[in-house]
């Protein structure tokens, strides 16, 4: 499989000394302008404070929730559900997935990647030397590094994945593409540029941006755009423009102008020089022009590119600091955070149990599962309500056992806390007391016991 030339020329390294492009030069080549004149690249895009809250906010969500190891059993056709926290994968989801970087890192710049480029990558380093089935560690791989191969099939009549190229540390090798992790985004059209042809099939080239990214383009040139006017105002000692009048006798060459032009920037530009006196001869004087009604709107201008950004990423934008508007996501902890799970984070979390459970397991016995109930414990008494009701009482009969409810709290199980309340006709339930050890009864009774 023989690679287009320019995968050759442009080299993935810190800076190559044939080409002497570095990697933010090499990025420059593929960025996406914008309206504002500010190229908006994934790594350009990241220094824009509300699309870094946008992904601090999504990536800091997903890192909350325990990644489940659940054991699945067919049960007169359906499938009953049990959790497998004794696994071993359990450790690499939850802990550390390489043994250097904690398993909140790892998702991070998981989610981060995910949210600019449209796709991250996480490579599956297996036992025996890559020859044995079980995973021993889980390693990130960013972007950058990674070139997607593909090859065409005659029978599917598609361009396949056959493979990863990878460059690291001056190396090339490559990852099967059932040895990597590939969670997928919505991602930026790819022109007949963008693309690689290969000499047996098609190389698709990896997208500059997201779909996020490439559709809020615009109102991400703006924010960076207004940050360097704001930081090269301030910069100059928050100055404005200033003119600098003679009288009509006082007549001036250009070599003079140039001059005089050139000291009064040496002498009183930059925030240094801002409270040294002015002297000027011959009478001059120095004018400040004032604001225009359009560089005074310039906050409320990034306002709405916020609001703009996070409709883009799916979040609320009060999440993310802007909050002169009224919220209609609920006005509870727990409203929000279910909505924000619902609408935001649910089609992260689809992506990234299917594809950890196609690649590591690649059978129904075992799947993946976040426990999104940790992201809503932050009302213990919605929470405590909803425990209550489910483990039954003077409403009606329980579908939950105590001891499951202790084990979503990570507490121990307690005798007697395997049975399911359940009132017999007339209010009375001869299993009450094994059901309920040492509890009153009814609702109350179940709950305290729990």
């Known amino acids: 499989m023989q690679f287009w030339p320019l995968s050759k020329l442009f080299k993935r390294s810190v800076k190559n000394d044939i080409t002497g492009l570095t990697m933010d030069q090499f990025a420059s080549m593929f960025a996406m302008p914008s309206w504002s004149g500010q190229d908006v690249t994934p790594e350009s895009a990241a220094r824009a404070i509300p699309v870094q809250a946008c992904c601090a906010l999504i990536s800091g969500g997903i890192t909350a929730m325990p990644l489940r190891i659940v054991s699945r059993t067919l049960v007169d056709g359906s499938w009953l559900q049990s959790p497998a926290d004794d696994h071993p994968y359990w450790w690499l989801f939850n802990e550390s997935p390489d043994g250097e970087i904690s398993a909140a890192q790892f998702w991070r710049r998981v989610l981060t990647h995910k949210l600019l480029f449209g796709e991250s990558f996480a490579r599956m380093n297996r036992t025996a030397g890559g020859r044995g089935i079980d995973v021993r560690e889980i390693i990130f791989v960013p972007n950058r590094q990674v070139q997607t191969m593909r090859q065409w099939n005659p029978v599917t009549r598609r361009a396949e994945i056959v493979g990863y190229k990878i460059t690291a540390n001056a190396r090339i090798f490559g990852v099967l593409p059932e040895d990597m992790l590939h969670f997928k985004d919505n991602q930026a059209l790819l022109s007949i540029s963008q693309q690689s042809i290969m000499g047996d099939g098609v190389s698709i080239a990896q997208p500059p941006l997201s779909a996020v990214l490439d559709s809020t383009r615009q109102a991400v040139g703006i924010v960076l755009a207004i940050e360097e006017y704001c930081g090269r105002f301030f910069s100059n000692g928050g100055m404005p423009k200033t003119v600098l009048k003679f009288p009509a006798g006082v007549k ?15 002498k009183y530009g930059g925030a240094d020089n801002s409270g040294l006196p002015l002297i000027l001869n011959n009478g001059g004087e120095a004018t400040k022009l004032t604001f225009t009604s359009e560089e005074m709107q310039m906050l409320e ?3 709405f590119q916020v609001i703009d950004i996070a409709r883009g990423f799916g979040v609320p934008p009060f999440m993310i600091g802007e909050t002169e508007k009224t919220s209609a996501w609920g006005s509870g902890i727990e409203q929000m955070s279910q909505a924000f799970i619902r609408y935001t984070l649910a089609p992260h979390i689809a992506e990234i149990e299917q594809e950890s459970t196609r690649k590591l397991f690649g ?5 993946t599962d976040f426990d999104e109930e940790a992201l809503a414990r932050g009302d213990m008494k919605s929470l405590g309500e909803w425990f209550r009701q489910a483990l039954g009482g003077a409403q009606g009969p329980g579908f939950m056992r105590i001891n499951e409810v202790r084990r979503r709290m990570n507490l121990p199980a307690v005798p007697g806390g395997d049975e399911i309340y359940n009132p017999l006709p007339g209010g009375t339930n001869d299993n009450q007391s094994k059901s309920t050890p040492g509890a009153g009864s009814g609702e109350s009774g179940a709950a305290e016991a729990a």
């Open 301 to 303: 201008a990034r306002k």
């Open 252 to 266: 001036l060459d250009d070599k003079q102008i140039n001059a005089l032009r050139d000291s009064w920037v040496k």
């Open 363 to 367: 059978t129904a016995r075992y799947c």
